[in-house]
C-alpha cells in the first residue's frame, strides 16, 4: 500500500490503467459506462421495463432513493480498488466528480451528505474510509454545510460479497446509529462507494430516519448489477 507521503510526490496516475497524466484519463473516463434507461425509479437499477419500482419497495424502506454514477465494471471498477484497498486517496476527487455529475442529471438534492460509516477496527485496518473521503468531496463540490452530527457503525458486520438480498439485510441491520442533533424532517444524501441491493444503504437510512430525517437519498459511485 502506498503510504501517504508517497501519494503526495508521485505524479498523478490513471486510477484506471495506471498511465501518468491524471487520476482518471480520457480514455479510462470515455470507458466508464453510465446506467442506461430504463432504471427503476426507486433503487436506480437497470430494468426491462420502465415502472416506479421493480420489486424493491418491500426491502428498502427507509432509503427513498438510490442512484449510481456508473456501471461496477471496466476501467471504474479497476479505479475503485485501487482506491478503496491500495490507498489511491486522491481518486476521492474524480470519483466524487462523477456522482455530482449524475446527481445533476437526475436533480438529487439535500442539505446534508453523510458517508457510509465503516466499524472502528476496519478503519484502523485500511486507515481511512472511503465513503468518507468521497462525502467531503460531495460536500465541497456541491457547498453543502457540515451535518450536525455522525452517522456510526455501532457493530462490525462481516463483508456482504457472496451473500443474497435477505442474508445482507440481515447483517447489516441495526448496525448504524445517528449521533447527534435530531435531523427535524430534513432529507439526507448517503453516499457510498459502490452500491449492490443497497442493504447496507437501507440500514443506515433506517438510523437516519431513527434519527429524524426526512427522505434519504443513496448515491455511490459505482452499481454491481445483481
Ligand atoms: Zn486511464
Ligand atoms: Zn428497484
Given at each position: 500500500m502506498r503510504s501517504r507521503l508517497v501519494d503526495l510526490v508521485l505524479p498523478p496516475r490513471c486510477g484506471g490503467c495506471r498511465r501518468v497524466g491524471s487520476w482518471?484519463?480520457?480514455?479510462?473516463?470515455?470507458?466508464?459506462?453510465?446506467l442506461e434507461e430504463p432504471l427503476c425509479r426507486r433503487?436506480?437499477?437497470e430494468v426491462e421495463s420502465a415502472r416506479s419500482d421493480c420489486g424493491c419497495r418491500s426491502r428498502l424502506r427507509?432509503?427513498?432513493r438510490l442512484r449510481s454514477a456508473a456501471a461496477y465494471e471496466g476501467p471504474l471498477e479497476a479505479a475503485l480498488q485501487?482506491?478503496?484497498?491500495?490507498?489511491?486517496?486522491?481518486?476521492?476527487?474524480?470519483?466524487?466528480?462523477?456522482?455530482?455529475?449524475?446527481?445533476v442529471v437526475e436533480g438529487v438534492a439535500a442539505p446534508w451528505a453523510v458517508a457510509v460509516p465503516l466499524h472502528s477496527s476496519r478503519l484502523r485496518q485500511r486507515g481511512f474510509?472511503?465513503?468518507?473521503?468521497?462525502?467531503r468531496e460531495i460536500r465541497r463540490l456541491l457547498s453543502l454545510s457540515t451535518p450536525p452530527g455522525m452517522l456510526v457503525r455501532t457493530r462490525a458486520?462481516?463483508?456482504?460479497?457472496?451473500?443474497?438480498r435477505?442474508?445482507?439485510?440481515?447483517?447489516?441491520?441495526?448496525?448504524f446509529e445517528w449521533r447527534?442533533?435530531?435531523?427535524?424532517?430534513?432529507?439526507?444524501?448517503?453516499?457510498?462507494d459502490v452500491a449492490t441491493t443497497g442493504a447496507t444503504l437501507e440500514a443506515c437510512a433506517a438510523a437516519l430516519r431513527a434519527g429524524g430525517s426526512g427522505s434519504v437519498m443513496g448515491v455511490s459511485v459505482a452499481r454491481v448489477n445483481v
Open positions: 482518471l484519463c480520457g480514455d479510462c473516463r470515455s470507458h466508464i459506462r453510465r433503487c436506480g437499477a427507509s432509503l427513498t485501487r482506491f478503496k484497498y491500495y490507498g489511491w486517496r486522491r481518486l476521492a476527487g474524480p470519483l466524487a466528480l462523477l456522482m455530482a455529475e449524475r446527481m474510509n472511503q465513503s468518507e473521503l468521497l462525502v458486520t462481516p463483508p456482504q460479497v457472496g451473500h443474497d435477505r442474508w445482507r439485510l440481515d447483517n447489516v441491520r441495526d448496525a447527534g442533533a435530531a435531523l427535524g424532517g430534513r432529507s439526507m444524501l448517503l453516499i457510498d
